[in-house]
Structure formats: structure tokens, C-alpha cells
């Protein structure tokens, strides 16, 4: 896409301002929108690619907050493995020639996140399955996040679906954020997306993410979660819905 530096250094300052603070207000959110508004401007690999360092330092706080890691790890350490796989399996459509058919996935993957977030559709799935669910729920979300850069689909309902604590889902997104994202980067570092300038850029971002962070956090003791949460998905569906028909045909 032929867009100025100037245009393309305005919007990722503004993205990750908005972005931050989203997650500040809800603890999730930063992948979704920045990769959502970027490729507005950009093709979903490099949005990929200027997401990956502001999401993996606010993961990986996100990890560390919380007495849950070991537990956590050793109950899902094989959808995290899974999740790896199929991004290692799947980045080779991010990372293609063809940005439309990616665009399009990041769109409709955009939508669907949307729909489960407004509909609030909950399932429930047994202690006993997650042997041999976990695995699978993970190799989808990496196929998924491979060819979007979106992180939390299936994933994110699954994590609910089996009945964690609000401080474990908390601390559970921001562990398989932060293995997605080195997954995702070492999948763009081979393709050639991942290259000085994009990493650069991305470092750059670090700053806008957490200062909307920030701010998010301030507006969440004072505003309503729930109703933000909404105009969240709300704002998610609108995105996804464009670039999904933008890329369609």
C-alpha cells in the first residue's frame, strides 16, 4: 500500500494509544485492534509485524502479575504447544504474496471474536476432556493467529469454557499471548517481515501502548467495564465486517 511515513508513524501512535488503552480498561483487546486498524494501511503482515513488540511487553506483565503461572502451565502446556504449531503451520498465509486472502481471514476472524463477545455465548467443557481438547483448541488458535495475527480465537472462550478464575483468565491471555507472538515473530523474521525497519517501528510503539494502558487503567475504576466491553466488540464487528468485505471480492 503507497502510504507516506508520516501517515503510517501518526496512525501507529494513535493505534497503539487506543489499543493500550482498551486493554487497560478490559485486559485484552491490544493485538485485535492494532492489527484491525493498521491493515487499514498497511497489509496484515506488516501490522503483524509493528504489533509484536508492544504486544509482547505488555503479555508478559500481564504473565507475571498473579500466582498462577506454574499451575497454569502445567494444565495447558499442550494448547500452548498446540498453538505453536499451528502458527508455524498456518504464517505462511500471513506471509504470502496474496495480502487479500489474509486481510480477509484477519476480517472474518475480527467479526467472529465480535459476535461471541456480544452475544456472551459460553460453553462449558469438563476437566476430564482437556487432554485431548486442549491440544486441539491450541493447533486452531495457532492456524488461526498464523494467518491473522489474531491471537484469541478459539482460545479465548475455551479459557472460559473451562471455568478459570477471573485472575487466571487474566494471567492465562497474557501467557499465551506472549508464546503466540514469539511464535509469530520468528514466523515473520523467516519470511522477511520481521526486518529492521518493522522491528524498529514496532520498539517505537512500546511507549504509546503503555501510556494508553495507563490511561485505561485510571478509566476503569471510574467508567463501566461492561458497558466499554460492548462498545469493544461493537467497534471489533464494524472493523472486522469492512475488511472482510474489502478483501472479498
Keep these: 500500500m503507497d502510504v507516506s511515513l508520516e501517515i503510517v508513524v501518526a496512525m501507529s501512535i494513535a493505534t497503539f494509544l487506543v489499543a493500550g488503552l482498551v486493554k487497560g480498561v478490559i485486559g485484552l483487546g491490544l493485538p485485535s485492534i492494532s492489527i484491525g486498524l493498521l491493515a487499514l494501511i498497511m ?19 500481564q504473565m507475571l502479575i498473579g500466582p498462577h503461572l506454574v499451575a497454569l502451565l502445567r494444565r ?5 504447544a498446540g498453538s505453536v504449531a499451528g502458527i508455524w503451520l498456518g504464517g505462511g498465509v500471513l506471509t504470502s504474496a496474496n495480502s487479500r486472502l ?11 471474536y465480535a459476535v461471541i463477545g456480544l ?16 491440544p486441539l483448541i491450541g493447533l486452531a488458535t495457532g492456524l488461526v493467529a498464523g494467518g491473522t495475527g489474531v491471537f484469541v480465537i478459539p482460545a479465548g472462550p475455551y479459557y472460559q469454557a473451562i471455568g478459570l478464575s477471573k485472575d487466571e483468565l487474566v494471567q492465562t491471555l497474557g501467557l499465551s499471548f506472549t508464546i503466540s507472538v514469539i511464535a509469530l515473530a520468528l514466523i515473520l523474521w523467516r519470511d522477511g517481515v520481521m526486518h529492521l525497519g518493522n ?3 514496532s520498539a517505537l510503539c512500546v511507549l504509546p501502548a503503555l501510556a494508553g494502558m ?3 487503567q485510571i478509566i ?8 466499554f466491553r ?3 466488540f461493537v467497534g471489533l464487528l464494524l472493523l472486522g465486517g469492512q475488511q472482510a468485505i474489502r478483501n472479498m471480492f
Design 43 to 61: 497489509t496484515p503482515a506488516e501490522a503483524a509485524a509493528i504489533m509484536i513488540f508492544p504486544t509482547f511487553v505488555t503479555n508478559v506483565w
Design 76 to 80: 495447558l502446556w499442550t494448547l500452548m
Design 102 to 112: 489474509a486481510a480477509c481471514g484477519l476480517g472474518v476472524a475480527l467479526v467472529v
Design 119 to 134: 452475544t456472551k455465548v459460553k460453553f462449558s467443557v469438563p476437566r476430564k476432556h482437556e487432554v485431548w481438547v486442549s
Design 199 to 201: 522491528a524498529t517501528g
Design 214 to 216: 495507563a490511561v485505561g
Design 220 to 227: 476503569r475504576k471510574r467508567a463501566s467495564e461492561e458497558t
Design 230 to 232: 460492548r462498545y469493544f
